[in-house]
């Protein structure tokens, strides 16, 4: 299996803050990989799919990068609504998918 | 409006049986492969299981396998999974998610069902 990994596991930041969350992939993953956010008692939120594709109805200030093992979220100006667990998905070996472990950004 | 809705979760002891149910509406549930994706309490997502639109490729995560069946009705637009010999492990929220046909990522999910193993 494909294993995920996220860093940090946690971070504080403040509102207006330039956000960056790593993910890697224990082996070349092409650009499968797709980025979610999940607010605590509500289901995942897809925002970022193909490695940089923004999903419809996502703002502009979420973005993706990467290819190959290694990939990024930046989320350009935090917003408190941003504040929320983050996760990244590959989806190379669709249907045998698999989560990284998540980012936890909460308020500085 | 693209909505699904988990039902069926509970409490249930160990070594018994609970079967989920996932009502779909606002596009044409035969055109999709359908998804369990289950989450821990305080926990990351874990991918459970998959079926193809017309179910004719069924997989599951080892963790659950031999265990659970996925199925579907696409003429009742509707998903399940039928899990026996619950463990404690398996205690979790259990969500469907819909597979994005370009890029395999998951587009919609249900809200959750609650499904607690305890004695």
């Known amino acids: 299996d494909i294993q995920m990994t996220q860093s940090p596991s946690s971070l504080s930041a403040s509102v207006g803050d330039r956000v960056t969350i790593t993910c890697r992939a224990s082996q070349s993953i092409s650009s499968y990989l797709n980025w979610y956010q999940q607010k605590p008692g509500k289901a995942p939120k897809l925002l970022i799919y193909?490695?940089?594709s923004l999903q419809s109805g996502v703002p502009s200030r979420f973005s993706g990068s990467g290819s190959g093992t290694d990939f990024t979220l930046t989320i350009s100006s935090l917003q408190p609504e941003d504040f929320a667990t983050y996760y990244c998905?590959?989806?190379?070996?669709?249907?045998?998918?698999?989560f990284g472990p998540g980012t936890k950004v909460d308020i500085k | 409006e693209v909505q699904l809705v988990e039902s069926g979760g509970g409490l249930v002891k160990p070594g018994g049986s609970l079967r989920l149910s996932c009502a779909a509406s606002?596009?044409?549930?035969?055109?999709?492969?359908m998804n369990w994706v289950r989450q821990a309490p305080g926990k990351g997502l874990e991918w459970v299981s998959s079926?193809?639109?017309?179910?004719?490729?069924?997989y599951y995560a080892d963790s659950v396998k031999g265990r659970f069946t996925i199925s579907r009705d696409n003429a009742k637009n509707s998903l399940y999974l039928q899990m026996n010999s619950l463990r404690a492990e398996d205690t979790a929220v259990y969500y469907c998610?819909?597979?994005?046909?370009?890029?395999?990522?998951?587009?919609?999910w249900g809200q959750g069902t609650l499904v607690t193993v305890s004695s």
């Open positions: 606002g596009f044409t549930f035969s055109s999709y492969s």
């Open positions: 998610a819909r597979l994005a046909v370009v890029h395999h990522g998951f587009d919609y």
């Open positions: 193909a490695a940089s």
């Open positions: 998905q590959q989806s190379y070996s669709t249907p045998r998918i698999t």
């Open positions: 079926i193809s639109s017309s179910s004719s490729y069924i």
